[in-house]
Nanobody, 126 residues
Framework: QVQLVESGGGLVQAGGSLRLSCAAS????????MGWFRQAPGKEREFVAA????????FSTDSVRGRFTISRDNAKNTVYLQMNSLKPEDTAVYYC???????????????????WGQGTQVTVSS
């Protein structure tokens, strides 16, 4: 089992930036695909970005592409989400997730991740 703890959320004005961090402990972090998801009030949890274990392959949803960047440091057991040019519609609770067995075909699916953090609130004011 892997334990995940997110940090870095907060309140920012539109156009601003935040960097989220997710620290992992437990099972071997470097073998996991890591993902970021978000959930706004009254909405389903949605995929934001993911990175494969090697860091060589990243994936993101269309609405954040070009603004958000996912990265990982396996030596520090940490995955990051750099968020630039934030918009009010980015407001949500952001969750870090891990999967040891995910495939590229299912990397965007919530149900494919078996470990989740507690979430960190990101609020973007207009």
């Amino acid at each position: 089992q892997v334990q995940l703890v997110e940090s870095g959320g907060g309140l920012v004005q539109a156009g601003g930036s935040l960097r989220l961090s997710c620290a992992a402990s437990g099972r071997t972090f470097s073998s996991n695909t890591m993902g970021w998801f978000r959930q706004a009030p009254g909405k389903e949890r949605e995929f934001v970005a993911a990175i494969r274990w090697s860091g060589s392959s990243t994936f993101s949803t269309d609405s954040v592409r070009g603004r958000f960047t996912i990265s990982r440091d396996n030596a520090k057991n940490t995955v990051y989400l750099q968020m630039n040019s934030l918009k009010p519609e980015d407001t949500a609770v952001y969750y870090c997730a891990a999967s040891a067995r995910i495939t590229i075909a299912t990397i965007r699916q919530v149900k494919e991740y078996d470990a989740w953090g507690q979430g960190t609130q990101v609020t973007v004011s207009s």
